[in-house]
């Protein structure tokens, strides 16, 4: 079966750090552009950090200079570092993969950001 499994998240308070995993099941992502979304309740999901099969990165405003996304060939996982974090970088995280016309997501990690 061809899962994409996020990990990491949880209750951390304003300041802190939280480092996401995305882990692919079932298959490869080698080849796999891979992003991670965030939906806060009440919003649209939004677009956190991308990172293609070739290891060119990107990042949303809002995230820039405190997230790092990096991806392990050997683990077949794609990581979200994100520091300093605020009340605003609430939300369910989601990994995304998309290699031609598939598109698979995960089904979510919870972050929490108390003040």
């Known amino acids: 079966e061809v899962q994409l499994v996020e990990s990491g998240g949880g209750l951390v308070q304003a300041g802190g750090s939280l480092r996401l995993s995305c882990a692919a099941s079932?298959?490869?992502?080698?080849?796999?552009?891979i992003g991670w979304f965030r939906q806060a309740p009440g919003n649209e999901r939004e677009l956190v950090a991308t990172?293609?099969?070739?290891?060119?990165?990107n990042y949303a405003g809002s995230v820039k200079g405190r997230a790092t996304i990096s991806r392990s060939i050997a683990k077949n996982t794609v990581d979200l570092q994100m520091n300093s974090l605020n009340p605003d970088d609430k939300g369910v995280y989601y990994c995304?993969?998309?290699?031609?016309?598939?598109?698979?997501w995960g089904q979510g990690t919870q972050v929490t950001v108390f003040s």
């Open positions: 990172i293609t099969a070739g290891g060119q990165t």
């Open positions: 079932g298959f490869t992502f080698d080849d796999f552009n």
């Open positions: 995304n993969g998309a290699l031609g016309g598939y598109v698979t």
